[in-house]
Structures are given as structure tokens and as C-alpha cells.
């Protein structure tokens, strides 16, 4: 069959239904193949093509039109329902008849089917070879008068304003409209030539009075009205903007003409209206819009070799390469987010507990939130900079990074004016520009190695970054334009929080990432990097196996770090020397034992204070202290020599720590005083005191050392051994008070690795035990102390008898 012919008999059809009445309805249930349709809803009275591919619609509908059988068509709940229930169809459908039947070379069959009534569906069964539903015709009331005549006339005035608007709806469908009398098929003639919504379809379907059916459908007529006016109008001003945009082609073209004759490069008024077009049709606020296309206007007066015509190219290109408004979307699953952060790091709980609050917040308010700016604080290699790329990745964000350290000029973070040669925008603008969206995760690395110089303070200009009542606009100079920075996730990284200016410090949420203890360690090594090393050296994860035992051994003697970076260094050492054997053709072991790491790493060379000091000494107390690379322990050595009285400190000692090198003097000589008898008095007019730190070529500084110095010196005056097995932070007082210190975790993780037993602390630090890890808490006792005499009871053994002055 033609399309010629198909589209007659659709006429044909329609001309038929014209003097076709409503059959009566019989109230028993009856029994039809089933037709069930996807996207669709077919109305009684309406003759209407469809296509069909499901194989078992197929058969149902060729049996039902050999045999001149009629089918149910009802319309699916879900559309992408394979194999409908009961409960997945409408409950109301449509009696059809089977007029056409059409193969098409595609495998998919054209019908023509022609409605008959409404009917409701009270059974499924799917037994047979294709679906067969148990159906009762409904039948529609007959209501005549001025009332539902004024209906139908209405919808008839509404429907030829949409046929008359609409390019879709034929001038034919007016005239069938305009020839039905009957309401209830005027209402469903005109329901099947609208565009409506499946679920208003079906309302119209399942109403069976008609007057009922006409009103719903004036409204629905009207909404489509004002829908296809608008268009109109929308079509109207848009053909408007063409002529104008033609008009200026035109008067464009002859500008071309006449610069072509007065020899000016045709190449570069088509790159002005190239970059024209670009900012036409790229989606720019109207700021930034209107602040580029009058830029294009001075270059496109200008001459292609006048050195300000390449500074605005620059410039607009710098607008049209930056986002304004393209975003990513959040990942909101905090489960999923909590399981990507615990399998990319291990530990760091604080920081992950605050990723994962910062998510529920996102998801709960997410127009309300400001993005949170964090500062990492911790020692090298504890995973701040790779914990920001988990974080990243856990939020579904992309990732920016730029690193502060050795940054002195205030233009490495604001840009450069456009007056200056080779001017360029900050690093900020520059990584937003990488980011290609505004809300990136944004890792700003060493943000405590900022230089200050006559170029000004980077650290001042970032203090409109990180501030989010300003970010919001933050100014370029270069851009000159206000840039919205306030989506995006700022994390710093610092190892000290002293150096960062205290009006920067306090636009931060401070994090502190404590050093990692030995068990820590191991467990890293053996999730992260010992497979990381192994898959970037060529070998297979069973090729060698690194036992608990020699992965501590690495730990213990050769490498005395706060993070995991010279174990993993360690590691890939092994590893390079295994794939070496490997690339060789040689054997490699299958296990490696603490035995076999003198061959690979050669000798120990790491001295973690293990049995330096086997027996209790006088005038060398046992102290500890707090780097940036974390925690150190930290020996005071005492010497009384004869002399007049002076006061010698060595090592390196800071202004802070000599200070506190003198107070512990003054606290010592009053503590001495009151236990010696006149005749036993010291004069200190004749002996000269020497107080020494070790490792003379690391300066020192602070007053934590304080107990620990007035420790040795009182050891030295009274001859009273030291305890080797204790060590001891505090600052002192002149009257023996001992105050609190900060770092206290990573002193105590320092002390562990060396084998201390005992640790003498301010008992105002006690709060701070909690996050010392409970492991380490069972292998050290804490002694928390408020005076120095308690420091002595606990740090000092019985005087010796041969004292000398």
C-alpha cells in the first residue's frame, strides 16, 4: 500500500465516522487481545495510525485483523514497561477496530485502527500467546440543550485559533471539527489533534459525561492558546533581530569594501567578527557581555598593527576562556562519599568527619551554605595535598591546585593592570581558567611560605579570596571585573600556623594533621603504597610479599619522619632493585624479611635514641620538641665548671628559649635554696654554668624546654641522676609553676618512637590526651605535674655522695 492510498483511507474513515453513533454498551464483561501502548491514548470516534514493535502486539494485532476481531488499547503507566501487569495499565482504555495493516521493510508494522468506545479493564491474562485482557463497555451520557451547545461552540471558537496558530494542526481537522454534532465525539476528536500530556489524555478518556470533557478541555485549549501566541510573538521579534542583523551584515560588508580599498587587512576584520560572534553566542553574564563587545568595538576601529589591538584580542580571549556560570553537580551520597575518602586514605578522621558534615549540610541547604575555606596544618608527607584530591573526587568537583611557597609579588595573586607590557591575570584567574568551572575544589599549597617584599604582601591580596562576605566579587586587576569566587571549595596547606598573618589565619578553619604512629604506618604501607609502588615498578602484587616485621624495620631504622614520604621512597628503593633482578631474567624472593634490608637499603642510618643513654646520668635531661616536619626529642645537657658566674647557653637556642633557659636558672637557684643548709650553700659567684642543646646546627626555639632545663641544671647542682627512661615538656615560671604547651601529639608520638616509658607533662594539657592514640597510651605513662617539684620526684634518683662545686 502506497502512502497516497493510506492517507485516502484515513479519509475515508473520518467520512464513515461522520454518521456513525454510539453503539449501546452492554454491561457484560467481554474478553480482547490487548494493545498496549507506550506514549499514547487512543479516543472513541478517532481513526489514527500507529506503529508497532513488540512481537507479541504484532501477532495480536494481525490475528485481530484476519479474523476481524476487536482489541483493547491501553495506555502504560511506565512507558519503558516491557511486559505490563494489571497494575501497570490505566484502568480505562479504548475498543478498537483493526482497519489497515502495513509491514514496513524496517521489521515494524504500521496499523490503521478506528475507536469505538470507552471500555474499563478488570483482568489481565498472559497465558496465551499474547496478552488478553477481560473488559466492560462503558457507556457516555447523552446530554442535549443551550448549555452544552454554548460548550461546544466554545471549544470550537478556542480549537480554530490553535489551527490557525499552529503549524502542526491542519485546516481539514477544523472543518471535520465544525461537522460533529455529537459532543461526546467533538470533545474526543479535538483531544486526539492536541499536543497534551499522556496523563491529561487520559483524563479527558476516563471522563465520561461530556459536559465535563468540554470544560476540561476549553482549558486545556486555552493553555495551549496563550502557548502558541507566545510563540508567535517570540517568532515575531526574532524575525525583527534577523533584519536588523541582516542590515548590519550589510553596512558591514561595505566597511570591508572600503577597507579593502584604502589596503587595510580584509583577515583581520573577519577575526573582529569572529570574536564578535564568539561573545554573542558564548553564555556570558550581561557585565561581562557588554564589557567584551565594547572592547571588540575600539578593535574594530583600530589598526591591525597598533600594539593595543593584540592587548584587547588577549583580553577577550581571557573573558571567553574563563567560566562564568558553568558549574559541576555536587555528589551528595554520603555514604559513597565516606567510602571514596576511607579507601584513598587511612586515618585523618577529624578531616574526613568534616568533608562528610560539609555534604549533609550541602544536601539539606545547599542555597544557604557558604563553601568552606579549610587550612591543612601538619607536617610534610601526612597527605594533606593527595587528601585534597580525594576530597575532590568524593564531591564530584574538579581539582586546582597552586602552590604559594617562595611567592613575593602581590601581582602573582590580583594580575597585572592591562597598561603594563605582557600583562597577565593572577594565578588565581589563571587555575580558575584550568578549573573550567566555578566551583572547583581549589588547593592553595604552602600557604605558610608567602614572602613579604617593595613588590607588596601576597598574603593581604588573598585575604579578599579567602573571605566569603567579599569573594563573591572578587577584582582582578587585570579583568577589572568582578569575579564570583564564592562557590568555589577553598583548602590551604601549611606545616606551621605561625608565619600566616593572623587576619589571614582567621578567614580559615584550621584542621591540624598530627604525625602518624608506627601502627598507622604499617597499615598504610600495606594498603597504599606498598601496592602503589609495586604496579609502578612493573610487579605484580603477589610477585613479592613485604612482611609486618620488616615494613617496621623500615619505619624504625630508616626513616625518622611525621609522614609516610621517605617510607614510600624506602619502598620503591626495594622495589627498583627487585625489578632490576626481574628485567635481569634472575629470581626474586618471595617474601622480603627484616634480615635481607641491609642488601637492599644498605646499613641503618637512622638513630631513633633507642639505648643511647642505657644508664640514668647527671645534668642531661630528656626533652622533646615540636618542628614542622613533627615531633623530635630533644637532650639538655648541663656542665658546672669553676669560674665567676656565667651563663653560657649553646645549640642554637632562639631569644624565646633563652629566656626560658634563664628563668629555669632563677626557679632552680630558689629551689636549691630551700633544701641546702648554710653550710652546704652554693655560690654561684665561682662556678660558670654551661647549658647546651645537641645538634648545634638546628636552631631551637620556644619555651616548652623550660622543665627540661631546670631538670638538668637542679640534676647538676644536686648531683641527683636523671632518669634516661623519662621525658618531659612544659614551660616553666620563676616560681615553679609548669604551664601548658602546645604540639603535645606529636612530641608524645616522637617520644614513643623512642622507646620512652614515662612522660611528664602540664597537667593543663591533660584535655589533649584524648587524641593520643590508645595504643600509645598503654605503652607510655603520663605523669601530669603542676610544680617542678613534682617534675624532680618523678625525673631524678637519689643524690650521689660525690658532689663537686
Known amino acids: ?44 470516534n478517532v481513526v489514527t495510525p500507529l506503529f508497532i514493535g513488540r512481537d507479541t502486539t504484532i501477532k495480536a494485532v494481525e490475528d485481530a485483523f484476519a479474523e476481524g476481531q476487536l482489541m483493547v488499547a491501553v495506555a502504560q503507566r511506565d512507558p519503558e514497561q516491557q511486559t505490563p501487569q494489571l497494575e501497570d495499565l490505566y484502568t480505562i482504555g479504548t475498543e478498537i477496530e483493526v482497519v489497515r495493516l502495513l509491514r514496513i521493510p524496517d521489521g515494524s508494522t504500521s496499523v490503521l ?22 473488559a466492560r463497555p462503558l457507556s457516555e451520557p447523552q446530554i442535549s440543550g443551550s448549555g452544552i451547545e454554548a460548550l461546544m461552540r466554545a471549544v470550537l471558537a478556542l480549537f480554530e485559533k490553535c489551527v490557525q496558530l499552529s503549524p502542526t494542526l491542519s485546516e481539514e481537522a477544523y472543518i471535520y471539527a465544525m461537522n460533529i454534532q455529537d459532543p461526546n465525539w467533538l470533545a474526543d476528536m479535538v483531544a486526539s489533534s492536541l499536543n497534551l500530556e499522556l496523563n491529561e489524555r487520559q483524563e479527558l ?182 587528601l585534597g584530591k580525594s576530597i575532590a573526587q568524593a564531591l564530584g568537583r574538579n581539582f586546582v591546585r597552586v602552590s604559594l611557597g617562595g611567592i613575593r609579588d602581590e601581582a602573582e595573586i590580583k594580575g597585572h593592570r592591562r597598561t603594563y607590557i605582557g600583562a597577565m591575570p593572577g594565578r588565581i584567574i589563571q587555575t580558575m581558567r584550568r578549573a573550567k568551572t566555578i566551583n572547583p575544589l581549589f588547593m592553595l599549597d604552602e600557604i605558610d611560605k608567602l614572602g613579604l617584599d617593595f613588590r607588596g604582601d601576597p598574603s593581604a591580596a588573598l585575604l579578599e579570596v579567602l573571605d566569603p562576605e567579599q569573594n563573591d566579587s572578587f577584582s582582578d586587576h587585570y579583568l577589572d571585573l568582578p569575579y564570583d569566587l564564592s562557590k568555589v571549595m577553598f583548602i590551604t596547606t601549611a606545616n606551621q600556623l605561625d608565619p600566616i598573618p593572623p587576619a589571614l589565619r582567621d578567614r580559615m ?63 620503591a628503593k626495594i622495589c627498583r632493585k627487585l625489578a632490576r633482578r626481574l628485567a635481569e631474567g634472575k629470581p626474586i624472593p618471595k617474601r622480603i ?16 635514641w633507642k639505648g643511647r643513654n642505657n644508664q640514668d646520668e647527671i645534668g642531661v635531661a630528656l626533652g622533646v620538641a615540636w618542628t614542622e616536619v613533627g615531633g623530635d626529642l630533644m637532650p639538655i645537657e648541663v656542665a658546672l665548671l669553676e669560674g665567676k658566674g656565667n651563663l653560657t647557653l649553646t645549640g642554637q637556642l632562639g631569644d624565646v628559649m633563652q629566656e626560658s633557659a634563664q628563668a629555669a636558672l632563677s626557679c632552680a637557684r630558689a629551689m636549691l635554696d630551700r633544701i641546702e643548709s648554710e653550710e652546704d650553700h652554693t655560690d654561684f659567684d665561682k662556678i660558670d654554668i654551661h647549658i647546651h642543646a645537641p645538634e648545634g646546627a638546628i636552631p631551637k626555639d620556644g619555651p616548652s624546654a623550660g622543665v627540661t632545663i631546670a631538670t638538668a641544671l637542679f640534676s647538676a647542682l644536686t648531683q641527683r641522676p636523671v632518669h634516661q627512661d623519662v621525658a618531659m615538656t612544659g614551660e616553666i615560671t620563676l616560681r615553679g ?28 594539657n591533660e584535655k589533649d590526651l584524648v587524641e593520643i592514640p590508645a595504643q600509645i597510651r598503654r605503652n607510655i605513662k603520663f605523669i601530669l605535674v603542676e610544680r617542678i617539684e613534682q617534675v624532680f620526684e618523678h625525673a631524678l634518683g637519689p643524690a650521689q655522695q660525690d658532689r663537686t662545686d
Open 205 to 386: 478518556l476516563e471522563e465520561l459525561n461530556p459536559e465535563a470533557r468540554l470544560k476540561q478541555l476549553s482549558i486545556l485549549l486555552a493553555r495551549e492558546l496563550d502557548v502558541l501566541e507566545l510563540t508567535e510573538r517570540i517568532h515575531t521579534q526574532t524575525q525583527q533581530q534577523v533584519d536588523r542583523s541582516q542590515r548590519e551584515y550589510f553596512l558591514r560588508e561595505q566597511l570591508r569594501v572600503i577597507q579593502s580599498e584604502l589596503g587595510e587587512s580584509d583577515v583581520f576584520t573577519q577575526e573582529v567578527d569572529e570574536l564578535r560572534s564568539k561573545v554573542t553566542q558564548a553564555n556570558l553574564p550581561d557585565h561581562v557581555r557588554e564589557k567584551a563587545l565594547h572592547e571588540i568595538n575600539r578593535l574594530a576601529i583600530m589598526m591591525p598593527m597598533s600594539p593595543e589591538a593584540g592587548i584587547i584580542q588577549t583580553y577577550v580571549d581571557w573573558l571567553l576562556a574563563l567560566p562564568w556560570t558553568e558549574q559541576s553537580e555536587d555528589k551528595l551520597d554520603i555514604a559513597q562519599a565516606e567510602a571514596e575518602l576511607e579507601g584513598s586514605h587511612y586515618g585523618l578522621d577529624k578531616v574526613k568527619e568534616r568533608i562528610l558534615e560539609h555534604i549533609a549540610v550541602r544536601k539539606l541547604a545547599a542555597d544557604k551554605m557558604r563553601s568552606p575555606i579549610l587550612c591543612f596544618v601538619g607536617p610534610p608527607g601526612t597527605g594533606k595535598t593527595s
Open 737 to 764: 609553676r609548669v604551664l601548658a604547651i602546645g604540639g603535645l601529639k606529636e612530641k608524645v608520638l616522637a617520644a614513643h618512637r623512642a622507646g620512652i616509658k614515662k612522660f611528664i607533662l602540664p597537667k593543663s
Open 1 to 44: 500500500m502506497t502512502q497516497d492510498s493510506f492517507d485516502e483511507e484515513l479519509v475515508n474513515l473520518w467520512d464513515q465516522l461522520a454518521g456513525h453513533n454510539t453503539q449501546d454498551a452492554r454491561s457484560a464483561p467481554q474478553t480482547y487481545p490487548l494493545l498496549a501502548m507506550r506514549d499514547q491514548v487512543l479516543f472513541p
Open 593 to 608: 624479611t627484616p634480615s635481607a634490608l641491609p642488601k637492599y637499603l644498605g646499613p641503618p642510618y637512622v638513630d631513633n
Open 113 to 134: 485502527v478506528k475507536g469505538r468506545r470507552r471500555v474499563r479493564i478488570e483482568a489481565l491474562d498472559r497465558t496465551q500467546a499474547y496478552p488478553l485482557v477481560k
Open 509 to 571: 578553619e584550621v584542621i591540624e594533621f598530627s604525625g602518624y604512629t608506627d601502627e598507622e604506618k604499617l597499615e598504610i604501607a600495606r594498603r597504599f603504597l606498598i601496592p602503589k609502588q609495586k604496579a609502578a615498578h612493573g610487579l605484580g602484587e603477589t610477585a613479592t610479599h613485604f612482611l609486618d616485621q620488616t615494613i617496621l624495620s623500615i619505619i624504625h631504622d630508616y626513616t625518622y619522619e611525621a609522614g609516610v614520604r621517605n617510607l614510600e621512597r624506602e619502598i
